[in-house]
């Protein structure tokens, strides 16, 4: 069974301009979830998409913002972008089940420069 | 609002010793805890999770942690410590009343787990 995958692996954009980074779930998930590991701040919850809605959202700007596709891929749009917002970007898929288990994609390296 | 305090941000410990990784979470309803460790450059993989029953869970690669409801601890143990179990641990809880997630994951700051040959 395939794991989550993520892409791309690394992405490089300057100060103000958009990155979009992607995230298709296990087979047979539903909910995606969205995570900021950047330096220094640990892991924080950012997006949960579940069958194409936003349901929740954590601390984040609105600037942070994605979508969820009928097959359950998930899409991170990071608008105006700033230094700050260099980190590793996880995504995670879960079955929708009532515990959260949730399994991690490899990341997405965003540097901001 | 949980919250997760992971007290030490590095272990060292020599290999083939013993290694506790410490866990406390805030909360004090019903609570769901995992452990994640994630290797150098590369996305988290769960270790171990406690949902309910026994409170000594035993999980991947050797690891066991033993859930204490009166301590709000989720301690991470391992008898024997290899080099590949180098890598950074993370600590998480979650809310079971959350409705699947609404959330996410709380983690705590991580703790880096430095094997000494």
């Known amino acids: 069974e395939a794991g989550v995958t993520q892409s791309p692996t690394h992405l490089i954009k300057t100060r103000g301009q958009q990155a979009t980074l992607r995230c298709s779930p296990i087979?047979?998930?539903?909910?995606v979830y969205w995570y900021q590991q950047a330096l220094g701040l640990g892991l924080q919850f950012l997006l949960w998409?579940?069958?194409?809605?936003?349901?929740n959202r954590g601390n984040f700007p609105p600037r942070f913002s994605g979508r969820q596709f009928p097959n359950y891929s998930s899409e991170l749009n990071v608008n105006a972008l700033e230094l700050e917002d260099s980190a590793l970007y996880l995504c995670?898929?879960?079955?929708?089940?009532?515990?959260?288990?949730?399994?991690f994609g490899p990341g997405t390296r965003l540097t901001v420069l | 609002a949980q919250s997760v305090t992971q007290l030490d941000s590095q272990v060292p410990v020599f290999e083939e010793a013993p290694v506790e990784l410490r866990c406390n979470y805030s909360?004090?309803?019903?609570?769901?805890l995992f452990w994640y460790v994630q290797y150098p450059n590369q996305g988290l993989q769960l270790l171990l999770k406690?949902?309910?029953?026994?409170?000594l869970v035993k999980g991947i690669n050797g690891f066991e942690a033993e859930f204490n409801k009166s301590q709000t601890s989720f301690h991470l143990r391992k008898p024997s410590v290899h080099i590949s179990d180098t890598a950074e641990y993370f600590c998480?809880?979650?809310?079971?009343?959350?409705?699947?997630?609404?959330?996410?994951?709380?983690f705590g700051k991580g703790t880096h787990l430095i094997i000494q040959p």
């Open positions: 995670a898929s879960s079955p929708g089940t009532t515990y959260n288990e949730q399994f």
């Open positions: 087979s047979g998930h539903t909910s």
């Open positions: 998409y579940d069958e194409g809605e936003e349901r």
């Open positions: 909360s004090s309803v019903s609570v769901y």
């Open positions: 406690y949902l309910s029953g026994s409170t």
């Open positions: 998480a809880v979650s809310d079971p009343h959350s409705g699947g997630g609404a959330d996410g994951l709380t």
